[in-house]
């Protein structure tokens, strides 16, 4: 029987279901090589040959292929239909050939399909290739680029730039777009303007809406009326004037529908829609296809299959009535920079099943379903046609005029099915249908209301909105912007609030190193036409071997640039570069680097253990002013003046409120060289800093409070604030890390829960927990692991995690229960297992039998620290 390799188990098991018997289904697993996390893996010296080897946890995969093709000789590549699935075929045949499990006369094939069902497989082994070499020489040179930059940058940034974690070659470029757009915001200055709204009546007495266009004669522009004073005037000139219609001009109006999604529109729709991440939608995207539901959900194309096209017509013409079909089928094409649309758009695989028929138990795949399914009959359906009517509304003497707007909608068309979301709110002043107007016809004022504006600042990129941004300057491609946006939150160099990026003190000052030194590698032009390049390899227009010489002998010459920086030269430079943004011109005149505190010391930019920034005093620790990262005035100090608020005495001490780096907080006495650090005590959110007294603040200073020994066993309880609130402890020590805590309901229960109350809450804890040893909580069950038991879902003290007979593999940071997949648990366990074997191997007893003494051998020199990959491209 034939081997047919696919990447994933979920995906081998329907394909072996469409094959039947007369073939050998097995999965990958992804990549089976990479370059080892080391320096010299690209040999920039050698003409860049690179050093693959294959990963512990992939070996018993090659070994499973290996053994299948002994008893038949016949392989056949069914990797996905990208450059990736191009390049784990090509390492799949080059590790097997490596291990002579391919010879001379062993037939190999490359077969793809755009979506797992028996007619797309079925077709495919039809027509059987090769491994394209110039898809995988494309791979190869963003792999070695993605290398170079990784290992060769991310050094100097932990050299120069105390805190930072690493670089990446299109990473660093994303998070300059979130960087920018954030200082844009903070130094933006809102513009006063206001517009006048009119509430008419016609002859007839039917109300609309009007706004003010014209006044004096002159068309107005949108900060003609600056300020309240001429808001007023402008409402003058209104009532003491009668109003007639001057004209009435009604016009036919079509909306066409959104073309199919590509990969970046449905990560953008879908988290416009749903809040979904980048990384959860194509996480669930995957499972979809994996499920022959819709068609490979990694590309950059917008067409259609013909017979898709048909097919959805006949589905609307079924559905909905042959007036919603166009006359001829629509054709899409994409404006997108670098788009290769070497693929199908992403759709429903069979368009006369809707969401109820595909009979998806998931709750939130059949919500990405229902879109993707719901956009792709809309792309073919008729256009919405409505009519649109503007009427003017003026002064005998022209010095005044009004406009009024609306539409009526005549024919609804593709918005029956759907209707495209928005990124941010649009004010649509067409929404409305006006009454019945005649030229010349007077109009009844009602009121005349003035409103003030201000103009807004540019909006904090969302996940969407910022593959939408990347997108359009050609940076990345469909299978990279997941992993490049979850990348660069994962390093803390941006965290997301409500949907929205910002980015942290981390991600500032990398970028701020990088714009100065290495301005050229996070350019968006250069990065674009990097990308532009790879594609001309793919093409076959150019050799890949001739990007990376150009690209590795003046990037090399960067680098070498800044081997001599000392770290205060660094600091220096950045405190250069940000001035006009950390220390614009104040409104007195005065150097707005000048101390506020002592009015001797020098502002400047000052780094912390934790890789965060912040502005601080040149005469530290004598004056210990200090402000956030960022312009001035963009804190909020809560009251407390920068030299801090001395609340009272107590026993003979000071008792102090700072606003310190990480919040503000309660202090006894002050610092000296003999106590450099005092009891100090945070304040909790729920108290506004300013409202804080001395009792208060002597409240806080007490913590933590013993309320005495458990009845039980005689170990103190205390109780206490801590990073999630109030709560109890059972232990010898608050600093204990065993013992049980216990969550108060309220901070006011810290200074009065008694034993008793304490005793009881304890004992709650324990039982709510099942006793030490309670088993833990199923919270999913997955397929078997391919070498026998089950693999289940978990929920246990320290968060959810993935079981496997003795293995606990933890669930990554920022990835919920639902979003793993099979193929990531079977990852997770292998990267877990070889752990777990080394760690028994240790305990294993010596042998008897004692071996013969080796000479001496030369110690190895110690490995470089390994930089993270940039995931330029990434199979999730």
Known sequence: ????????????????????????????????????????????????????????????????????????????????????????????????????????????????????????????????????????????????????????????????????????????????????????????????????????????????????????????????????????????????????????????????????FMTSTLQQEASRKFGMGARQTMSLAQRLYEAGLITYMRTDGIDMAPEAVHAARDAIKSKYGGEYVPDSPRMYKNKAKNAQEAHECIRPTELDKDTAAAKIVDADQRKLYDLIYKRTIAS???????????????????????????????????????????????????????????????????????????????????????VKRMEELGIGRPSTYASIVTTIQDRDYVRKEKNRLYPEDKGRLVIAFLSNYFRRYVGYDFTADLESQLDDVSAGEREYKDVLDRFWRDFSAAIAETADLRITEVLDKIN????????PPNAEGTDPRLCPNCGAGRLSMRTARSGGAFIGCSNYPECRYTRAFGPPGQEDTGGIPPEGKLLGQDAGDNIYVFKGRFGPYAQRGEVTEENKKPPRQSIPKEWPPADVELETALKLLSLPRQIG?????????????????????????????????????S???????????????????????????????????????????????MDGKYGPYIKWEKVNATIPKGTEPDDVTQEMALELIAAKAPKKR?????????????????????KKPEAKKAAPKDDGDVVE
């Not at 071996?851 to 030369?858: E, G, H, Q, S």
Request: with cysteine; net charge neutral.
């Open 576 to 583: 250069e570069v940000l001035e006009p943004h950390l220390f």
């Open 709 to 745: 020994p458990h009845p039980e066993d005689g170990v103190m309880v205390w109780s206490n604030i801590g990073r999630y609130g109030p709560y109890i402890k059972h232990a010898e020590s608050t600093s204990d890390r065993g013992g049980t805590n216990a969550n108060l309901e």
């Open 838 to 858: 080394k760690a028994a191997a240790k305990k294993k007893p010596a042998a008897k039998k004692k071996a013969p003494a080796k000479k001496a051998t030369a």
């Open 1 to 260: 029987m034939p081997v047919v390799v696919v990447e994933s188990p979920a995906k081998a098991k329907t394909i072996n279901k469409y094959l039947g018997n007369d073939y050998t289904v097995l999965a990958s697993y992804g990549h089976v090589r990479d370059l080892p996390p080391k320096d010299g893996s690209v040999d920039t010296e050698n003409d860049f040959e690179m050093l693959w080897e294959i990963a512990s946890d992939s070996k018993k995969h090659v070994k499973a292929i290996t053994d299948a093709l002994k008893d038949d000789p016949e392989l056949i590549l069914a990797t996905d239909p990208d450059r990736e699935g191009e390049a784990i075929s090509w390492h799949l045949q080059e590790a097997l050939t490596k291990r002579k499990a391919i010879k001379k006369d062993t037939p190999v094939s490359r077969v793809v399909f755009n979506a797992i069902t028996k007619t797309a497989v079925t077709e495919a082994m039809k027509n059987p290739r090769q491994v394209d070499m110039e898809l995988v020489e494309a791979y190869l040179a963003r792999r070695a680029l993605d290398y170079l930059v990784g290992f060769k940058l991310s050094p100097v940034l932990w050299r120069k730039l105390p805190g930072s974690r690493s670089a990446g070659r299109v990473q660093s470029v994303c998070l300059r777009l979130i960087v920018e757009r954030e200082m844009e915001i903070e130094v933006f200055n809102a513009q006063e303007y206001w517009s006048v709204k009119t509430m008419l009546a016609s002859p007839r007495g039917q109300e609309f809406e009007a706004r003010l266009t014209v006044l004096g004669g002159k068309k107005l522009d949108k900060f003609d009326i600056g300020n309240e004073t001429a808001a007023e005037l402008a409402v003058q000139a209104i009532n003491s004037r009668d109003v007639t219609v001057k004209s009435v001009e009604a016009k036919p109006a079509n909306r066409n529908p959104s073309a199919p």
């Open 380 to 466: 073919q359906m008729a256009a919405a046609r409505m009519e649109r009517t503007t009427a003017d509304i003026a002064s005998a003497d022209g010095q005044v005029e009004l406009r009024a707007t609306g539409q009526v909608m005549l024919f609804d068309g593709f918005l029956k099915v759907y209707e495209e979301g928005r990124d941010d709110a649009v004010v649509d002043d067409d929404d409305k249908r006006l009454p019945q107007l005649s030229e010349g016809e007077a109009i009844n004022k009602k009121s005349v209301t003035p409103e003030q504006h201000f103009t807004q600042p540019p909006p904090r990129y969302t996940e969407a909105t910022l």
């Open 747 to 793: 901070l006011d229960e810290v200074f009065t829960v008694g034993m008793n109350r304490a005793v009881q809450l304890l004992a709650e804890k324990v039982a709510s927990r099942g006793g030490r040893g309670a088993p833990a909580k199923t919270l999913r069950a997955l397929d078997d692991h391919p070498d026998g038991g089950p693999i289940n879902i």
